[in-house]
């Protein structure tokens, strides 16, 4: 049964991975991610998501320090998300890029793409002492789970000021119009969320809920149905698909329109 929940509208955070990896196909410094980071915040964006990954086969780790920099400086209400393992070498780029909130993803150094998330009860500890750091640096930590219940619910146990959810099945489902059973289980964890967490707003015991992989113009509304607390979306291959016909402020503009 859904809650019965006022749609907000929800922000978005253009990830510009795949930005970085045009990029990265030439000893060339364009496309640039910084100046495509100005377009979309003048655009209207609400933030900046990175996911650097070990190889830096696409956001390399001085891009991260870029971005932090034209952030602070320039955007001072923009939103810095920085993704990735809970390595040492991944939280001390975090930490040092003060990135507003940092997303714990599970991957494994080779994966090509993220494609689960966290079982969190199995690695608490791991999980856990991330958290611990990361809030002592004042960094809000969000967490990438599956769409359950049980990872949401363990997920504000561990201290996690948010989850997000991993939206490819969803996605994957949707192009094949069998979306019907996966909207279900995102009522049922939503549903789980609004009752977890540990420290959001005062008086209040909600885990705030972000989403995010292959989102895209035409599957966000359904997901906005179901979750219309929805906080924020990270969105990049999508968008950048779109932009390559429209242009990122087209783009921008357009997924605004879905999620406001
Ligand atoms: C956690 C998540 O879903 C995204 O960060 C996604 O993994 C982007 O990474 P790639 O751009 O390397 O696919
Ligand atoms: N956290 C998900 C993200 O940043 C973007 O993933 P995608 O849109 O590139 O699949």
Redesign the pocket.
């Known amino acids: 049964m859904p809650d019965n929940i006022a749609a907000t509208p929800t922000k978005l955070s253009v990830?510009l991975?795949?930005v970085a990896f045009l990029r990265n196909r030439r000893d060339m410094p364009w496309p640039s991610v910084v100046d495509t980071a100005r377009l979309v915040l003048d655009a209207g964006a609400h933030g900046i998501?990175v996911?650097p990954?070990p190889d830096q086969r696409?956001i390399r780790f001085n891009d991260v320090h870029d971005l932090a920099t034209l952030i602070a400086a320039d955007y001072p209400e923009a939103e810095f998300n920085v993704?990735g393992y809970p390595s040492r070498d991944f939280l001390d780029l975090a930490m040092a890029s003060r990135a507003h909130q940092v997303?714990l993803?599970p991957?494994d150094p080779g994966q090509?793409?993220?494609d689960h998330g966290w079982q969190v009860e199995q690695n608490q500890e791991l999980l856990g002492s991330a958290i611990d750091a990361l809030h002592a640096n004042s960094q809000r930590v969000s967490l990438?789970v599956d769409v359950n219940a049980a990872d949401v619910c363990a997920a504000g146990d561990v201290g996690a000021d948010r989850i997000?959810f991993?939206t490819?099945p969803y996605a994957a489902l949707f192009e094949r119009s069998e979306h019907g059973g996966e909207l279900g289980r995102l009522n049922d964890a939503a549903h789980a969320a609004r009752q977890a967490g540990h420290n959001a707003q005062p008086g209040s015991r909600a885990l705030t809920m972000n989403a995010?992989?292959d989102l895209t113009l035409s599957n966000l509304p359904a997901l906005k149905e179901v979750v219309p607390d929805l906080a924020e979306v990270?969105i990049?291959?999508g968008i950048t698909a779109d932009a390559l016909v429209m242009g990122f402020p087209e783009a921008v503009r357009r997924y605004l329109q879905v999620l406001s």
């Open positions: 990830n991975n795949a998501t996911h990954r696409h993704e997303t993803v991957d090509s793409t993220s990438f997000e991993y490819g995010g992989h990270s990049g291959h």
